[in-house]
Nanobody, 126 residues
Framework: QVHLVESGGGLVQAGGSLSVSCAASRFTSSSAAMGWFRQAPGKEREFVAAISWSTSTYFTDSVEDRFTVSRDNAKNTLNLQMNNLKPEDTAVYYC????????????????????WGQGTQVTVSS
């Protein structure tokens, strides 16, 4: 069982920046993939960003020019740097991980992930 714990997030004005991080208890597989999803009030959870075992990165269109995702395999951590935030980015952000090999478009599917964090709130005021 892998435990994921998010940190960071908070309240920021539109145009500002925030970083959220995720610490994984352990990954025993070198093929582990990790991702970020978010859920706004009254909406379904949606894909935000992901990084494969090979450090290929994937983003949803609405954040591609503003967010970056990175991982430190030695520390089992995942980071999401969010710049030029918009009110529509307001949501609870969830870290997700899997030790199964997934890549490409599959990284965008929440059902492909086995482990989830508790979520951290990001609020962007206008």
């Amino acid at each position: 069982q892998v435990h994921l714990v998010e940190s960071g997030g908070g309240l920021v004005q539109a145009g500002g920046s925030l970083s959220v991080s995720c610490a994984a208890s352990r990954f025993t597989s070198s093929s582990a993939a990790m991702g970020w999803f978010r859920q706004a009030p009254g909406k379904e959870r949606e894909f935000v960003a992901a990084i494969s075992w090979s450090t290929s990165t994937y983003f949803t269109d609405s954040v591609e020019d503003r967010f970056t995702v990175s991982r430190d395999n030695a520390k089992n951590t995942l980071n999401l740097q969010m710049n030029n935030l918009k009110p529509e980015d307001t949501a609870v952000y969830y870290c997700a991980g899997t030790e199964r090999y997934i890549s490409g478009g599959y990284l965008r599917q929440d059902g492909r992930y086995d482990y989830w964090g508790q979520g951290t709130q990001v609020t962007v005021s206008s």
